[in-house]
């Protein structure tokens, strides 16, 4: 029997709309014991507290994820910092830093939305910091400046995970001397992502989280279509293959590790 935790989906988002509960229940049928739901911005952090008050195993977050960045003013700010109150948020995020130029991947993004990214990222993690919650980061190309942003808020150590972890050894072994987790989604099983199951190799199951990011990055299996919680359970499988481990090894550990950083039992 395994007893996984999906530590970051979007299941509140407009891609569920339809099927919501079936979703839900299929994820449970494939062994998730709970789920955290992950608010992207003001409003949807708002719709993903809602969602975990209708759901006993489904736990949220609040915060705002750095393309929102710009459209966050007081009013914003003021909405999660009521919404991390409530006693099923375990979390603040996801938030941190997303320098990828979607328009335009070989420039960077302009140094005045940088600017407003990291103005944005210190705020919500002096909010983690009053309310002593863990962070959910999300970083995209800006990996030195979310550690240096991290470390001027919280000093040497750092309660948190960096979701979706994509980068290299290097990073990783820094990430890990500040306490952070690292949290693997369903890109560890694409074609091409033999450096990322490397590094899942080497990291220690001790720090590590998993997660589907749902409805985005579904695994080599089913990609190209919508993601959701259940396929969490072959994130974890890709894991138990790179370290030679058995799945309930790593359904285990990982959830107690998740158990851990979010104080739920
Ligand atoms: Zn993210
Ligand atoms: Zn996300």
Same mark, same amino acid.
């Given at each position: 029997?395994t007893?996984?935790?999906?530590?970051h989906?979007h299941i509140n988002?407009?891609?569920?709309?339809?099927d919501?509960?079936?979703?839900?229940?299929r994820?449970?049928d494939?062994g998730?014991e709970?789920?955290?739901?992950i608010g992207?911005d003001?409003?949807?952090?708002?719709?993903s507290v809602?969602?975990?008050?209708e759901y006993?195993?489904i736990f949220?977050?609040?915060?705002?994820?750095p393309? &929102?960045?710009a459209?966050t003013?007081?009013?914003e700010?003021?909405?999660?910092?009521h919404?991390v109150?409530n006693?099923k948020?375990?979390a603040?995020?996801?938030?941190?830093?997303?320098y990828?130029n979607?328009s335009?991947?070989d420039?960077?993004?302009?140094k005045?939305?940088?600017?407003?990214q990291?103005?944005v990222?210190?705020?919500f993690?002096?909010?983690?910091k009053?309310?002593?919650?863990?962070?959910?980061?999300h970083s995209?190309?800006?990996?030195?400046?979310?550690l240096?942003i991290l470390k001027?808020c919280f000093g040497s150590?750092?309660?948190?995970?960096?979701h979706? &972890?994509?980068q290299d050894?290097?990073?990783?072994?820094?990430c890990?001397d500040?306490?952070l987790?690292?949290?693997f989604a369903?890109?560890?099983t694409y074609?091409?992502?033999q450096a990322?199951?490397e590094v899942?190799?080497?990291?220690?199951?001790d720090?590590?989280l998993?997660?589907?990011?749902?409805p985005f990055l579904?695994?080599?299996?089913?990609?190209?279509?919508?993601?959701?919680p259940?396929?969490v359970?072959?994130?974890?499988?890709e894991?138990?293959?790179?370290?030679?481990?058995?799945?309930?090894?790593?359904?285990n550990?990982?959830s107690e590790n998740?158990r851990q950083?979010?104080e739920?039992i």
């Open positions: 029997m007893n996984l935790i999906d530590t989906c988002f407009h891609q569920f709309d339809e919501r509960k079936e979703v839900i229940q994820a449970r494939a998730v709970c789920m955290i739901n992207a003001a409003e949807t952090s708002q719709q809602d969602l975990s008050g006993e195993f949220s977050t609040a915060g705002v994820h393309h &929102y960045a459209d003013g007081v009013d700010i003021d909405l999660i910092e919404l109150k006693e948020v375990v603040v995020g996801e938030i941190g830093l997303d990828y979607r335009d991947p420039k960077d993004i302009a005045e939305l940088k600017a407003i990291q103005r990222f210190a705020s993690l002096e909010v983690a009053k309310t002593d919650l863990p962070v959910i980061i995209r190309d800006a990996g030195d400046d979310v240096n001027n150590h750092v309660r948190g995970v960096m979706c &972890y994509s050894k290097v990073f990783l072994d820094r890990l500040l306490g987790y690292v949290s369903g890109n560890i074609k091409k992502a990322l199951r899942a190799d080497y990291a220690p199951l720090r590590i998993i997660e589907t990011d749902a579904a695994p080599q299996a089913v990609r190209g279509r919508r993601n959701e259940a396929h359970k072959i994130v974890a499988e894991i138990a293959r790179i370290k030679k481990i058995d799945l309930e090894v790593v359904s550990q990982t998740a950083l979010f739920i």
